[in-house]
Each structure stands twice: as C-alpha cells, then as structure tokens.
C-alpha cells in the first residue's frame, strides 16, 4: 500500500450559495455524520459569484472553502459556465442558442448559450480565470470540475461562420467538399464557403453528409470549449486534477473520447430510471462506459440520485426502493469508481428539480434517504483499499470483451436518411452489452483505431459509416488471432455517408467472407423466422456466402435458406456476422457461444443470470465484488477475506436475495 490510506470519495453537489449561512453548519455536521469526504462546489453558480458583468461576489465562497478545509471535507471546484446569468441574455443576444427551427431561446432554465459564440466563450473563461487564480492553492481544492455535462448545440448566424472555418480546416477546397456531401444531388453544390450554412429546418430531407459534419462540428466546439478552460485552471496549478462530468445520454452531442483526452479524469452523471434489475443492468453499463472513457483507470461517479430520479419522458419521478442504492453504488466501484458522489447534498425548496432526491431530503436527516446515506458513507469507509491504483499500472478490471462505442456511429444513425429508424446506436450497443451482463462477462468499450490486442472479442453492434483506417484495424484484430462480430448494416458506407459500391457489408466484406446484396429492413410488427426455431426483427438481408459458413440461415418467405449468422476464419482469427436483430434471449446465446470459443472466461466462474462478479485491481492486490440481483439465494465458491463481513471465506458462501459481499481475494 501507499503511505497514504486510500479512501474511496463520498458526497455530492454542494450549493451552499442557495441556502441561509445557518444552514452552512448543519450541513457541515450531517456530513461529517455521514463521512462525506468531497462536495462539489458552485456548479450552477454563476449568478451568485458574478451578479453583475465583471463583478464578482466571492465572499460566500471563501467562507465556505475555508469551512469545509476546517472539517477535512474536499472540494471538487466548478466553474459555473453551465448557466450564464440574466445579465448575459441582455448583454450578448447574439450568443444566445438558435433551435434548428430558428428560435432563438433566453434565459429562464439553464445552457442558455451558443457555445461557438465568442462573447459567451469569454465570459466563460473570465469566471473560471477569476476562480482559478483566486483558489488553486485552496487547501480543500482536490479537483476542477469544468463546466457541467457539455451538451448544448446551437445554430444561427454565429455557428454558421464558425461551421465554414471548420469544413475549410477539413476539406481545404470547395471541390472536396462538394465531393463528400454528393451536392449534385437536389442541386446543393456549393460555388462560396459563404453559401455554407448549418443544417437549420429545410423544406425536405437534409443532406446527410451536412448533417453528419455539422454533429462532428458541434461536438469540436464543445471540445474547443472544455479545452479552454481546462488550459486556464492548470495554469493556476498544474497539481491539480481537471475533469469535467459526461451525462450518458439518450442524446449524444459530443465524443467521449475526445474530451476523455483534454482532462485527468472522466467523471459521468448517471440516472438509470428502471425499476426493475433492468435498472443494474444500465448502471454497469454506465460504469463499463467511464472506465473505458479513463483507459481502464478509475473514474469520479460525479452524479447519481440517492432516491427519486425524473423521468421526463415519462412525466413522473421514480423513487428508488430501499437497498438499491447501496446494491448499485458497489457496482460503480467495482467498476473502477473512485466512489460516489450524489446530485446533490440538499435539495432547494425551489427552482426546477425540486423534487430531484438529495443525500439531505426536504424533510430532513431523520428520514430512510439520509439514514442510508449515513449508513453508505459508513460503508465506503471500509472499502477504501479498493480506491488504490492497480500496483502494475494496468486497468481496474481486466476484460477481454470489447465492444464499440463510436461518436460517428451514432450520428449517422439519426441522420434521416436511413433504410429504417430503427437503427438507434445506444439500444443495439446495450442490447449487446445487456447480453453480456447476463451471462456474467465483462466488456470495455472501445473505438476501432485503439489498439484492440488487448482483446480476444471486439463486438461492432452498430456502425453504419467505416472508414477504411478501421475497416483495415479491425481485419488486423482479426488475422491476428481475434474474434470479431459485426452486426447488419455495419461498413455500408465510408465516414462521409456515401454507399460503398458492390456489397452492403461495405468495408468489412472481406473480413466477412460475405456479399451482402440487398436489403430487406422489416416493419415495425414484423419478423423473420430463422432456422434454430427463433425470430429476428428490425432488419433482414440477401447474403452470399464468400468464403464463410452460414450458423443459421432465415427459414419461410422469399429469403428462405439465406444466411442470416455467418461465421469466416481469417488469419488466426474468426469474423461473425448478425444479419437481424436476435431475440434477446438468442443474443444471449450467441455471444456466450462466440466467447466460449475464444477462450474468455468470467471474472467468477459462477458469475451470471443475475448474480454479478467484478474483479477489481487495486495496489497488488484483487477484490471480488459480488452483488445478488436475483430474487433467489445464490451460492458461489470464495476464498478471501469478507471486507463487510469481516471474516474469511473459503468454500461456498450463500447470497441472499438483493445480498452483496466484498472480498478481497487471497493471491493466487
Ligand atoms: C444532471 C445535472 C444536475 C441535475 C441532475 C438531475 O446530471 O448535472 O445538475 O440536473 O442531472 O436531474
């Protein structure tokens, strides 16, 4: 171990500014009741700290720094760039965000900004200038918190001239230009950069390669933004950690990875609102993102709800029964989180997420939420030998499944120009992903340009437009002796949405072994019967065998006979294809076979169907973290020392219903 004791990070947004300094002293004994060790401070603070233009009111700031400092409570420091003030709408109309129909939108929630405007990206940068030079060397600053979950797209004027500088930077002449986006369809070529405008609501269909570039473009402002920042607090002092917090969306307006690499450490907002296990099932997913985002080291869980969580689409809140929360923050850390940290400490009486549950509720600590609060905190506190470093630098947790996660692979999905709507990113991603968690096999997320030898298993669920650079990783993966598995659809176009001629299986028809001719996307009640007695849905296929076997074939109808999973030996390797959507439960099937083949094996053999087993690395050591999300007991082999428990355990220990363990293992 270090010669520091590693302790795992708890506590939440902290908006001290919103409340009487009363409160400021309760607050600071509920947390230290609580063993709240970080808070994160003045995210949504702007108002408060710069009231009017260029004056700052920092007094309440430095008061409650230096409380906090007294209690050995640390402080995530943000820069409230995510809300300008009221003064800023009447100041800057032109930096105010223009929707795609042309309204321009003021003040009255939060985001409200152009992020390619430069009067907003000034401001932006004099606030965290100002708090960056006036508490780098704050002793209760551990971490910068820039901005807060990136996210806002605009269009209008000042988008328009910065979107013509970015496709000059990309393209350099009109005439690539033109080439990429095919404009001599519907007469769109472009004779002036200045006829160049964003993608706004036109009269038909948009043009897709326009679209896609605009995505790209808006997600480089964002990353332009961050940099910024992130530039002005490392001057102030370069010790201290940056980061800025990813919401995992349902919407995706900048890339993970790219702004991964602008700050120290990846932290993520995540609010699953299932009910059900479901619910487990996204929180790994969310956690197996951030952990892939930070390279495999660990990750601040930034946000996520103690209890009621909005669920807007739905227009109601969800609470979350008791238990869970605990059951679900010990699947963040054994996915490499740092700890956990809550939105937020206390929640406002006012203001729109008034009913978004805090670690304080309105009616007070006496209550389940902030007795379970208290109890987590307590629980954390022994398991902070999990917060060390893995000893050989290498990542948390060990996988040998990849599966792609690609910025361009989304959008291209949303672009309207596909042979189905039905081809969201995000659900073919997790439905493989959830498949994975079933059977008991961890995954790490990947893009196809990183160096994928760690892998045995690279899985491409959805990814319309490949370039050649990654069409030619993934067959080097492959010859190399690794197992890949793409999904329809997936390298039917290069990386500006133009067709590949000859085969819908586009850039990876080599690697396939297939030629992929037409295509037959399904309605939306429709299915197609397959040979191993399931049904697929969404999508179906003409394909000829080129050098692969077929696993099962389509059964009945006009495709009867045609391979529907295709197997292709190439080099050392194996490449499959999935030529419909599986039924989750043949999904299943699938993946456990392909992985079985390739020789991956469970963190715990009996790991699966519910019971969850995560080796996490920490020093030199290695923890098993077992969750039960089962509604029977479940039995598995340990041998190690019950962190919670404390006892040993070696031979078959019973997990209750909902029951979890921590186990640190004994070297093998
Ligand atoms: C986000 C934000 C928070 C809060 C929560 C809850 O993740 O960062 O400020 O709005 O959602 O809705």
Avoid at 182 to 196: C, D, K, L, N, P
Wanted: aromatic share 10%; charged share 25%; net charge negative.
């Amino acid at each position: 171990m270090t010669h520091e004791t590693p302790t795992l990070v708890y506590g939440g947004d902290y908006n001290p500014d919103q409340w009487p300094r009363e409160t400021w002293d309760e607050d600071i004994r509920l947390m230290r009741q609580a063993h709240v060790n970080r808070v994160t401070v003045g995210v949504f603070s702007w108002s408060s700290i710069e009231p009017r233009e260029g004056e700052y009111d920092v007094e309440w700031l430095d008061i409650i720094m230096d409380k906090l400092a007294d209690a050995g409570i640390g402080v995530v420091l943000a820069t409230p760039t995510a809300s300008p003030p009221p003064w800023f709408t009447l100041a800057h109309p032109e930096a105010l965000p223009v929707r795609a129909d042309g309204v321009r939108l003021v003040h009255g929630s939060r985001d409200t900004y152009n992020p390619a405007a430069p009067a907003y990206r000034e401001a932006a940068l004099r606030v965290a200038d100002m708090l960056a030079k006036r508490y780098a060397h704050h002793p209760a600053l551990r971490m910068w918190h820039v901005h807060n979950e990136y996210g806002t797209v605009s269009y209008g004027p000042v988008t328009d001239e910065a979107f013509r500088g970015w496709l000059r930077e990309r393209y350099g002449t009109l005439d690539a230009l033109n080439a990429a986006w095919w404009t001599a369809f519907w007469s769109q070529g472009y004779g002036a950069w200045e006829e160049i405008l964003a993608p706004q609501a036109t009269q038909y269909l948009p043009n897709p390669g326009q679209v896609l570039d605009f995505k790209r473009f808006s997600a480089d402002v964002l990353r332009d933004a961050l940099r910024e920042q992130v530039a002005v607090v490392r001057a102030a002092n370069p010790a201290i950690p940056v980061t800025t917090n990813f919401m995992l969306p349902t919407w995706h307006h900048y890339d993970e990875w790219d702004l991964a690499a602008e700050i120290d450490e990846v932290s993520i907002d995540h609010y699953p609102s299932a009910r059900d296990v479901e619910g487990e099932v996204h929180t790994a997913f969310g956690a197996d993102l951030a952990r892939s985002f930070n390279g495999g080291r660990p990750w601040t869980l930034m946000e996520q709800a103690t209890s009621t969580v909005y669920d807007y689409a739905a227009g109601r809140i969800y609470a979350k029964a008791p238990g869970v929360l605990e059951r679900q923050t010990l699947q963040y850390v054994a996915r490499g989180s740092t700890g956990s940290l809550f939105f937020q400490w206390r929640n406002g009486r006012g203001g729109a997420e008034l009913f978004h549950s805090p670690m304080v509720p309105h009616t007070g600590p006496d209550s389940r939420v902030f007795r379970e609060i208290v109890d987590l905190g307590a629980t954390l506190a022994r398991l902070g030998e999990l917060a060390e470093p893995p000893a050989d630098g290498g990542p948390v947790n060990r996988n040998r499944v990849a599966f792609v996660w690609d910025s361009t692979a989304w959008w291209s999905a949303e672009t309207r120009a596909m042979p189905t709507t039905d081809l969201s990113f995000l659900d073919a991603v997790r439905a493989t992903h959830r498949a994975l968690w079933w059977e008991g096999i961890g995954a790490d997320a990947v893009r196809l340009g990183d160096d994928l030898s760690r892998y045995d298993v690279v899985l491409v669920p959805s990814k319309l437009a490949v370039s050649d650079t990654e069409a030619a990783a993934l067959t080097r993966f492959v010859e190399a002796g690794g197992t890949a598995v793409t999904w329809y659809f997936a390298g039917s176009t290069d990386e500006h949405l133009r067709v590949r001629p000859g085969s819908f299986s586009g850039a990876f028809a080599d690697l396939l072994g297939i030629r992929v001719e037409e295509l037959f996307p399904l309605a939306p009640d429709e299915t197609v019967a397959l040979d191993d007695g399931t049904v697929g849905d969404c999508w179906s296929q003409t394909v000829h065998l080129r050098g692969a076997e077929a696993l099962v074939r389509f059964r009945g109808g006009h495709l009867d006979g045609v391979p529907a999973v295709t197997r292709h030996a190439v080099g050392d390797g194996v490449a499959y294809h999935v030529g419909t959507r599986l039924d989750p439960a043949a999904l299943r099937r699938l993946l456990a076979d392909v992985v079985a083949a390739a020789g991956v094996e469970r963190h715990h053999p009996q790991a699966g169907d519910g019971l969850e087993v995560v080796r996490r690395h920490a020093g030199d050591r290695t923890y098993l973290v077992v969750v039960n999300h089962d509604d029977a007991p479940r039995e598995l082999t340990l041998t190690g020392h019950d962190l919670l428990g404390g006892r040993d355990l070696d031979g078959p220990v019973t997990v209750p219903p909902g029951g979890h363990l921590v186990v640190r293992e004994v070297a093998r």
